[in-house]
Structures are given as structure tokens and as C-alpha cells.
């Protein structure tokens, strides 16, 4: 097959390669994929395929080439050239992925796998409350689906459903409905190994199971986590569960004047959720987060000017907003949700100051008779959080800084003073969304910066790994990261000299010999790598 030309000037290339040797390699992809499901142009990559919130330069992180396959076939022989070639690729779903670093590869020069055209729902079952899905379904697909079809079932949406149901449960994503720790859901993986061989996980290893969906572990160990957050496999198919369409669900709110009222409220929160009372997650957002989801920072600020307490007490009163907003839903048969709601708002009427609003709907509501703002609660995706990047301009971009905590006053004030303290030094404005789970919660720090101004991006890129160490130091870890970060998060997973590292090492370099699966997702790297990356 003849080698195609490629612009060298401006074309990023592989590790390793040449310009002459790459050309060759993609005539091979071609070969299997046909020449329009690879895409190597240069100006295309550039618009489509760079982190779009880069806090550091783009160009670090650049691919070299996009491969779409069309079939689980044609996944398996991009393997095959991968490993023939050594060609690191960087496997996404739709690569949406804002603030993680979109859909750009962690090694520069990565070609980028995206499943976009997998994007079947290859079964829904009401009984089992279930689905199986492929990799490129959208959440907008997935409820199209079901709400088309005349299922009686929902899914659980995030903030914004352009992204895949698939690489968002994988990456532990969050919605908000009693579903909404999606990694939670997932029941029965299909994985595609690096030396193409296919595997199903848990009851899936029988090939005529009954209960692929239904019942998790298998027998023996149990390997879906092993294949989330990842670089172990590429997952071609995902089995998920649906929650029943409830009789009816009330959506609830409450408001809290003073930054100072969040111990109270997570004291108040944790037995709600530790006894099951509330079956979401309990989403608390700090008042300057909503405000910047709905107004630009130069309506309350000059450029560079902190948010002060006047200045926080202004915006609070003129958006009729609290320091914290709280939210949360609650499902079910109508007397469940009704008793639900009377003990939920006892306890919120404990705190001081505490202002409670409910919606109530009937579960069939159509989508038309739902608040917007409610929409993601009843599994309706939607694209409702996304202007937040607008705070600071056009050229917004965010970063979020997630760790895990326990559901206790002490460690919440804790996280929003050592939060508060580093923002102020490194000029930014805090902001922050908490979500309470049953025994933990995610504290996430909204970082708002200008990507097109090189002192902000630098001064974030510092203030997250300010807040990164600082964390560590104190016993939390990060749930998920940017890209740039995962070296630096998974480095606080020390204990016993870092022996979660050196497991998940002895397992990449038996399963991806060649460490062509995405090297240094989560801070793994394949062997011949790991000295480049600070890891020899
Ligand atoms: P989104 O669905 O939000 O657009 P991505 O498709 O970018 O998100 O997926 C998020 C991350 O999940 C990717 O960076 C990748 O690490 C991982 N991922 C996505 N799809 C797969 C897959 N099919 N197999 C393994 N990992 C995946």
C-alpha cells in the first residue's frame, strides 16, 4: 500500500516515529478503516481534537491521528497494527470529557480511538431494570430511546448529556437521580484486551448467561472495576441499570444564609443519607457557583478584584441564592416519597435560618411539565451547567478539584477553608459543589480560569497541585482528574511505598506488553515509558 503524504510541518507525530514511517502506518489503518474514518489533517485535529480547556499549552497534549472504527473487527486489527507498530493509542467514546482534558490522548502524538460510530442500545429490559449498551450512546440517545420505546424506566443523566452514557459511568461520572453514581450501576462489561482477544466480565463469562446484567461479582474475582478509570481494555459493550419509572418524585431545596451553616448541614445531611431517607445524592453549591452558571463576573466585578463579603452578600441577595444551595430528590410509590419528605424536612428545618421548597410531580410527567432546572433530576439530559465556563469571558475554561471525604462537618469546613485559603493566594475566585453520598462525599472546587491569558492558566495549574498535595497530606484523594494531574493524584495513593501503583504496573505490562492502551491514564504507564514519565 502506498504511503500517503503528511504535512510535516505542521503534523504531530507518534513517539519515535518519522514522518515517512507514520505515513505508512496510517495508509495500514486506512487499509482497515477506509480512508474517511481516519483523519490525520492537521486543521481538523487542531479544531477537534486538542483539550479545549487547557490550563498549560495545548499543544502538549496533541494527537496525531483520529481512527473510527465501525465494528469490534476493525477495533481488533487497529490493535493489531498498534502492537505491530507501537502506535500508543488513547481510546474515547464521543471525547467530550470537559475540564479532564477532553478528548486529547496523555501522550503526545497519541492517536486517538473514538467509538462515536458504536452507537447502538443493543437491548433494554424492563424487568431487570436494565440495558446494554455500546460505547458511542449518548445520554440524549439513551433517554430517546427509552422514552420512544414506551419503556417504563429511566436513566440518570449529568449535568450535560452530549457526552456517552459508556465513558461516563466508566469514569465514575455523576447524575442526579437515586441512579446517580453511575461506576455504582454498571452490571457486566464487554472488553476488548490489547492483544484483541474479547472478554465479558462477571456472569458474562458464560457464553448463553442468563444474568450478565443482574448479578455483578461471577465467580471468582471480579474484574468491571478493573476496566474503569482505566487503560487495561477498551470496553465495547456496557450493561447498566435503569431506575423504574416512580409513581411520582418531589424535588427539593434548601437554602442556607452563611458559609459558615455548611457543618450543620452535612451533620444534618449524613444520617438522611446513611439511613437511606434520601436517595440521591445531596447536592450542596456554593452561592458563587449558580451565579456564574447565570452572570459573568464583570456585572459584580472589576477585573482582578477579589469577591468580598459585600461584594458575596450582594450577589447572594440580588440572585435570591444562599452561601449554600442545597438539592436533592426523592422517588418512589407516593406514599414512600411522601413520608421521605416528611422526615427529610424535619431535619432541615433543624438548622437555623434553613429556607425548604419542593416541586412534587407525577412520575410520567411529560418533559414539558418539568422546571428545567429540574429536568437533570427526572433524567432528562440536558445541557444546563455548561455557561459556567463564561464566567470570566469568552475564553473560559474550568478544572475541578475533587476529593473524597467523609460525611462529617469537621472534614466539609475543613476542604472549604483549605479550599478558600489557596484560591485567595493564587487569585481566583472560590467556588465549590458538594456531593453527599451515603458515607462519602466530593467536595469539588470549581477553578474558573481564562485559558487564552498564560499567567491565569499558569497560576491554576499551580493552585490545583497546591490543592492536590495539600489534600494528600491530610488523608483525601482525588476521584478522578485532568489528564496533566494523574501523575500527581495517583502519587498520593502511597501507602507501602505506593504498592497500588506497582499492582496496577504488574497488571499493565502483563495485559499490554506493548503499552499500547492509553499509557498514563490515572498515572499508569507501560514499562517502556516509565522512565520518560518520571517513573523509572
Ligand atoms: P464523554 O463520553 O463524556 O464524551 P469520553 O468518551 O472522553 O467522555 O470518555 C471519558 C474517558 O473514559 C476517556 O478519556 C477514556 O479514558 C475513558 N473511556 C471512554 N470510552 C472508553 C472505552 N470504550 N473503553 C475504555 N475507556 C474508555
Not at 266 to 290: D, F, R, W
Not at 433 to 452: A, C
Request: a negative charge.
Amino acid at each position: 500500500m502506498g504511503a500517503r503524504a503528511l504535512d510535516t510541518a505542521t503534523t504531530v507525530l507518534p513517539p519515535g516515529k518519522s514522518a515517512v514511517a507514520f505515513s505508512r502506518v496510517l495508509s495500514r489503518f486506512e487499509g482497515e478503516l477506509g480512508s474517511d474514518q481516519v483523519v490525520s489533517d492537521a486543521v481538523i485535529l487542531a479544531a477537534d481534537y486538542l483539550d479545549p480547556y487547557p490550563f498549560y499549552d495545548a499543544d502538549e497534549t496533541a494527537p496525531s491521528a483520529v481512527l473510527r472504527p465501525g465494528s469490534v473487527e476493525e477495533l481488533r486489527e487497529i490493535l493489531a497494527i498498534a502492537n505491530e507498530e507501537r502506535i500508543p493509542l488513547w481510546t474515547v467514546s464521543q471525547g467530550r470529557n470537559h475540564g479532564y482534558g477532553g478528548p486529547a490522548p496523555r501522550v503526545r502524538g497519541g492517536v486517538i480511538v473514538e467509538l462515536r460510530r458504536l452507537n447502538r442500545v443493543l437491548d433494554v429490559d424492563e424487568r431487570s431494570g436494565s440495558c446494554l449498551i455500546e460505547p458511542g450512546v449518548r445520554f440524549f440517545d439513551l433517554a430517546d430511546h427509552l422514552r420512544n420505546n414506551g419503556y417504563r424506566l429511566w436513566p440518570s443523566v449529568p449535568a450535560n448529556g452530549w457526552g456517552s452514557v459508556l465513558g461516563n459511568a466508566l469514569e465514575r461520572g455523576m447524575g442526579a437521580t437515586p441512579y446517580g453514581e453511575h461506576g455504582e450501576r454498571v452490571c457486566g462489561l464487554e472488553v476488548m484486551l490489547a492483544n484483541g482477544e474479547l472478554m465479558r466480565t462477571g456472569m458474562g463469562g458464560m457464553g448463553n448467561s442468563k444474568t450478565w446484567r443482574m448479578y455483578r461479582p461471577g465467580f471468582g474475582p471480579s474484574a468491571d472495576g478493573l476496566f474503569m478509570q482505566s487503560n487495561f481494555g477498551i470496553v465495547t459493550k456496557l450493561g447498566l441499570w435503569l431506575m423504574p419509572t416512580p409513581e411520582s418524585f418531589r424535588i427539593c431545596e434548601v437554602k442556607l444564609k452563611r458559609e459558615e451553616d455548611l457543618g450543620p448541614l452535612i451533620e444534618a445531611v449524613a444520617p438522611l443519607k446513611l439511613n437511606e431517607v434520601i436517595q440521591t445524592q445531596v447536592i450542596c453549591h456554593h452561592g458563587v457557583e449558580i451565579t456564574a452558571v447565570v452572570t459573568q463576573r464583570d456585572r459584580w466585578l472589576k477585573p482582578g478584584e477579589p469577591i468580598t463579603s459585600e461584594v458575596m452578600e450582594r450577589m447572594l441577595s440580588e440572585m435570591g441564592l444562599g452561601a449554600w444551595n442545597v438539592k436533592f430528590g426523592l422517588y418512589g410509590p407516593n406514599d414512600l416519597v411522601e413520608a421521605r419528605w416528611r422526615i427529610a424536612k424535619a431535619a432541615f428545618e433543624k438548622i437555623e435560618g434553613a429556607e425548604i421548597t419542593c416541586r412534587k410531580y407525577a412520575g410520567d410527567a411529560s418533559v414539558e411539565e418539568i422546571a428545567e432546572r429540574d429536568r437533570v433530576h427526572a433524567g432528562i439530559p440536558w445541557m444546563s451547567d455548561i455557561s459556567i465556563v463564561n464566567w470570566k469571558g469568552p475564553q473560559g475554561a474550568h478544572l475541578g478539584f475533587s476529593p473524597v471525604a467523609p460525611v462529617r462537618a469537621e472534614d466539609a469546613l475543613k476542604l472549604m477553608g483549605m479550599a478558600k485559603a489557596r484560591c485567595a493566594e493564587f487569585g481566583f475566585d472560590y467556588m465549590a459543589g458538594i456531593g453527599v453520598s451515603t458515607r462519602h462525599m466530593t467536595p469539588i472546587t470549581m477553578l474558573l480560569f481564562d485559558r487564552s491569558d498564560p499567567d491565569e492558566r499558569r497560576r491554576a495549574h499551580a493552585l490545583f497541585s497546591a490543592l492536590v498535595q495539600d489534600a494528600g497530606r491530610e488523608g483525601y484523594g482525588e476521584y478522578r482528574t485532568h489528564l496533566q494531574m494523574m501523575d500527581l493524584v495517583a502519587s498520593q495513593y502511597d501507602f507501602n511505598d505506593h504498592a497500588q501503583r506497582r499492582f496496577n504496573e504488574t497488571l499493565k505490562d502483563a495485559l499490554d506488553p506493548n503499552g499500547i492502551l492509553s499509557p498514563g491514564k490515572q498515572g499508569i504507564w507501560p514499562r517502556a515509558m516509565r522512565e520518560a514519565a518520571g517513573r523509572g
